[in-house]
């Protein structure tokens, strides 16, 4: 049958498909438009299928944090570039996805994903988005902090890299946030030495031996010296124990009970592309 050029231009309109690929659609479907989207929509589900190995390493983050501090969301929105993530329709559509996670409270990626947005799975919403602009979209984190202290967020600029440091109070909003940036920039894997995995800490020292060892030092010696290397592990890795970036001649601990700031008790920390 003969597809009308303003047919095409209604699918497209409705869709965000491309103009031969609503054409195509409407053929296949023999001009009946609910066919035809879902046509496109299976379209999609082979676009995605292919770009399955694509890197999905640009994208935006978005964080939601109540009004109270006590909970607190940020989610990552993934795709394949810089040009895509900055278009205002991403950004909303991650930001719908980040109210829907803060709305039922879940982390979790899979749980998230079966949810529904006006009916329909997020997953299959992720799918038409996929038709739509035709590279690989996912959603690769999420966050939820949920507490009695307050939970502060930030943002790093480009929209690629996001923190949520939670406190066991009230904590001043530019003390909040220079923790926060600490924790953004300096990568903790832990808040204190005590969270941080045995299992790190015998790898740690084992290769800090054997490094002390090939140096030249008697293993008894090296033994004990291992030990002030862990030291220096935990002024590197562990968010208390760092060294504050605006200062350093006090760690992120000294900084907060110099102001008097309730302690950092956990955080989670979202980058795209790392």
Known sequence: MSISAADVKKLRDMTGAGM???????????????????????????????????????????TLIS?????????????????VARNEDFIADATKFAQLAFDEEVSDID???????????VSEHLKDMVGKIGEKIDIPSISLIKTDGAVVSYIHPGNQLAVLAEFAGEVDAEIGKDVAMQIAAMSPIAVTK??????ILDKELEIAKEQLINEGKPVEIAEKAAHGKIRRFYEERVLLEQKFVKDGSVSVRDY????????AVSFSRIQLGA
């Not at 479907?29 to 989207?37: L, P, T």
């Not at 009004?67 to 040009?83: G, I, N, R, S, Y």
């Not at 749980?111 to 799975?121: M, N, Q, S, Y």
């Not at 005590?194 to 299992?199: P, T």
């Open 67 to 83: 009004d109270d501090q006590k909970k607190a969301v940020a989610l990552a929105l993934a795709c394949e570039t810089d040009f």
């Open 20 to 62: 031969m690929d609503c054409k195509k659609a409407l053929a296949e479907a023999n001009g009946d438009f609910d066919a035809a989207v879902e046509f496109l929509r299976k379209k999609g589900q082979k676009v995605s299928e292919a770009r399955a190995d694509r890197e999905a390493n640009q994208g935006t983050v978005v």
């Open 256 to 263: 907060l009970n110099n102001n008097n700031a309730p302690v």
């Open 111 to 121: 749980t998230f994903k079966a949810l529904k947005i006006d009916g329909r799975e």
């Open 194 to 199: 005590e969270e941080v995995d045995a299992s």
